[in-house]
């Protein structure tokens, strides 16, 4: 094909991606006179689609039969009891696991129960030498997960059925970084707080162009400082990580590729094409060899001990006052009073 042809032929699919992706602008940036900015910033992730539209390099040499192709999924019980607030499904044939996350009406926010079930689905997923990589994601088109419930959230943090307080999402952020497979998040909509944590401790994000990411807890007299602190220091540099925690402001699409936040921004209707067919590239490779190298990028980090014993430190601050004015501001609809507190020296 010709020069021109070719160059014509890449505008008209900048065109076209550029249409589905205008959706952004009413939602992040419509408000406070920014809609041109906003449009500036559609038009700026249907370029980056653009340049990464098409079969792979990975496709080509290694002549995958249609990565593209539409996935079978059925429907995955671990044991005696159903799943309630997360789906479990596993490909048919494939390998691949997907755990979602099914809380949609409270922007799938995540409750003791719900940490409970997507560790057995993890297990599950590890457990079997069928599947190579886990997909966590997030029902519906709004939210990939907005954290921790703060409605069920008692002073003294999270209580699950035995009335006993504890902070097992952290033993969720260590299940996900020591399972010796890959787990990809597959982000469409808000994945803030505790949503945002999770999807740092995947191993890789591909994100919808309506994805929107931040940290919000010191606003609800919140915090992780374990993984939440560590893995995103990691990523994307301390002083960026200071802005993100400190300022608790929320970022588009583009703003988090640019950061390191994920690993690359499709149109919301490829989202979980895009995500199996990276899957598929992974599968497509030694096993033993991506256990390794897992591990190994991981324990370029600081020691997990450490990590979780900061972690640790938000279970006590949940029995603070400062934290219950969090709580109760957010369950009042009100603008908490921090004001208060003293500033120790």
Known sequence: MPVGEVEGARLKVHERILSRMTHIVPKCHKEDGMEERGLQRAAQLARHVCANHGSSNFERLHRLNDPLRPVQWRSCVVGDSEFEEILFEKSVGEGIAKITINRPECHNAFTVKTVEEMERAFKNARDDSDVGVVILTGKGTEAFCSGGDVGVR?????????????????????????????????????????GHVLQLICDLTIAADNAVFGQTGPKVGSFDAGFGVSAMTHMIGARKTREVWFLTRLYDALEALNMGLCNTVVPLDRLEQETVKWCREILQNSPTSIRVLKAAINATEANSDAQAMAGNSTLIFYATDEAEEGRKAYMEKRKPDFSKFKRLP
């Open 154 to 194: 008692s002073r003294e943090g999270y209580v699950g059925e035995n009335r006993i307080p504890r902070l097992n999402v952290l033993d969720l952020q260590i299940q996900i970084r020591r399972l010796p497979k890959p787990v990809i998040a597959m982000v469409a909509g808000y994945a803030v707080g505790g």
